[in-house]
C-alpha cells in the first residue's frame, strides 16, 4: 500500500474524529495464540484428508506455529493439547518454543479420546473414570507450571445422547466437584477458561451447554475461573456479541476460542462466512476497553485471544496466518467505531442513525492501516504474500512427503 493510501486514511479517520495514534497501539497490543492441533492431520471430525505437509511430531507443529508468527507478528504462544502434545520433558518443549521464538500458551485438557470416556468423564457415573479424569487436570496443571503456561482451557464431550441416560443435577454436582479439586491446585496467577458448547457429541445435552452455565460455574469456583467463548459453540441466531458484553461487565470474560460455522462445524476460518458478527464482537471489547468502570477495562484487556481450528481441505499454516489476518481485520474496524456518534443518536432515540454509526465503520478499508502498522513493527506488510513467496511451504512439503517422521 502507497504512502498516499495511508495519508488518506489518516485524514479520514481524523475528520471522523478517530485518534489514530491510540488505534495504532491497540492494534500492536492484539496477540492471537494458534492451536497446536491446527497444524497437524488432528482432530476433526467427518475425514481427516491426510496432508503431506502436515506436522507430524510436536517439532513441527512448533516450527509451523513459529513460522506464523514470524509472518504476522502477532503469535507469539501456541496451545497444547494433552496427550496429543506429549514431551517426556515439558521445561524442555517450553525451550525448544522458545528457540523458535514462540511460548507454549493455553494448556488444553483432552478428555475424550479414550474409550472409558464414552460415558463421560468428569461426570461419568464411575467414580474410578472420574478420578482418572481429575487426574489427568491436575496433571495438566503440572504441565502448565513446567512451561511456564498461565491458563488452562477446558472443554469437556460430557453430555447424553437419551433422556434418562444420566441425572443432569448429579452430573452438575460431579462436574462442580471436579473442577473445584483443580481449581485448588492452580497458581495464583494461572487462570482456568471454561469452554461450554450446546451440542455435540451428546445429542441429547451437554454438562456445560451455554455461558450461563460456564458463568455460573466460574463464580462458584472463584476469580481465577473465567468463561471461554468459542464463537462456533452457539446455536445459530445466537448474539454473541450480547454475551461479550455481559461477560465483559460481570468482569468474567477469559477468552475468545475464534472459528466459523455455517452450521454445526467450528473449525472453518474465522471472519470467513461472518465477518460482521467478529466486527460486532470486537466492537463491544474497543468499547469495555474505554469503559470507565476499570474492572470492565482490565477484563476486556486480558482477554486471551485464541484460535481453535483444525483445517481439513485447506493447507494449514496459509489458512492460520488468513485467520489472523481476519481478526486484525475487524478488530481494526472495531476500533474505528464514533462512540460518541452511537451514543448521540442513542440519547435521541434515533434508531437509524445508532445503526449507521457502528455500521459506517465496518465499511471502512483498513488495509492502508494495518500494512503501515505492521511495515513499522518491520513486519510484511502482506504476510500471506510474505508466506507464499518465502518457500516454507514448498519446503515442508518436500520435507515431510518423507515416509518416515523424525523422532
Ligand atoms: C470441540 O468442539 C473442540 O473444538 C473444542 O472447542 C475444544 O476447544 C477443541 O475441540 C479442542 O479440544
Ligand atoms: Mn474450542
Ligand atoms: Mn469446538
New binding site residues.
Given amino acids: 500500500m502507497s504512502d498516499s493510501a495511508y495519508a488518506w486514511f489518516e485524514r479520514e479517520q481524523q475528520n471522523r474524529g478517530i485518534d489514530v495514534t491510540q488505534v495504532k497501539e491497540r492494534l500492536n497490543a492484539l496477540k492471537i495464540e494458534t492451536p497446536s ?1 491446527g497444524y497437524a492431520d488432528q ?1 476433526t471430525r467427518f475425514r481427516t484428508f491426510k496432508r503431506a505437509d502436515a506436522a507430524r511430531t510436536v517439532r513441527e507443529k512448533l516450527e509451523d506455529a513459529a513460522a506464523v508468527h514470524r509472518f504476522t507478528g502477532a503469535c507469539p504462544d501456541v496451545a497444547i ?1 494433552i496427550p496429543w502434545d506429549h514431551a517426556d520433558d515439558f521445561g524442555k518443549l517450553a525451550a525448544d518454543a522458545k528457540s523458535l521464538g514462540i511460548g507454549i500458551g493455553a494448556v ?1 485438557p ?1 478428555l475424550f479420546q479414550d474409550d472409558e470416556y464414552m460415558l463421560g468423564s468428569v461426570t461419568n457415573a464411575d467414580p474410578a473414570v472420574r478420578a482418572r479424569a481429575v487426574e489427568h487436570l491436575l496433571a495438566c496443571v503440572d504441565i502448565a507450571r513446567a512451561t511456564g503456561s498461565k491458563a488452562l ?1 477446558l ?1 469437556f464431550a460430557d453430555g447424553t445422547n437419551y433422556p434418562g441416560q444420566g441425572d443432569f443435577r448429579q452430573r452438575k454436582a460431579w462436574m462442580e466437584e471436579s473442577l473445584r479439586t483443580m481449581y485448588a491446585a492452580l497458581d495464583a496467577d494461572m487462570r482456568m477458561l471454561i ?1 461450554y ?1 450446546f451440542f ?1 457429541p451428546g445429542f441429547y445435552h451437554t454438562d456445560l451447554a451455554d455461558w450461563g452455565m460456564a458463568y455460573n460455574l466460574a463464580q462458584k469456583l472463584g476469580p481465577k475461573a473465567e468463561v471461554l467463548v ?1 464463537t ?2 452457539h446455536p445459530q441466531g445466537t448474539n454473541i456479541e450480547h454475551i461479550v458484553a455481559y461477560l465483559l461487565d460481570e468482569g468474567r470474560l477469559g477468552g475468545f ?1 475464534f472459528n466459523a460455522r455455517k452450521y454445526a462445524d ?2 472453518l476460518i474465522v471472519g470467513s462466512a461472518n465477518p460482521y458478527e467478529l466486527f460486532l464482537i470486537f466492537a463491544q471489547i474497543a468499547l469495555a476497553e474505554r469503559d470507565a468502570n476499570p474492572i470492565v477495562r482490565r477484563t476486556a484487556e486480558r482477554i486471551a485471544y485464541m484460535i ?1 481450528q483444525s483445517h481439513n481441505i485447506e493447507a494449514k499454516i496459509p489458512a492460520m496466518i488468513r485467520s489472523v489476518m481476519n481478526v486484525q481485520t475487524q478488530y481494526a474496524k472495531a476500533l474505528l467505531v464514533d462512540w460518541n456518534a452511537v451514543a448521540e443518536a442513542q440519547r435521541a432515540g434515533d434508531v437509524l442513525e445508532a445503526e449507521a454509526a457502528v455500521r459506517e465503520a465496518f465499511e471502512q478499508n483498513v488495509t492502508p492501516l494495518l500494512q503501515a502498522v505492521r511495515e513499522e513493527a518491520g513486519l510484511p506488510a502482506d504476510p500471506m504474500a510474505a508466506y507464499k513467496q518465502s518457500g516454507y511451504a514448498e519446503r515442508i512439503w518436500n520435507a515431510r512427503s518423507a515416509a518416515v517422521a523424525p523422532l
Fill in positions: 492441533w482432530g493439547h488444553n483432552n482451557s472443554w469452554e458448547k455435540e468459542d462456533g459453540h476460542h467450528d473449525d481453535d
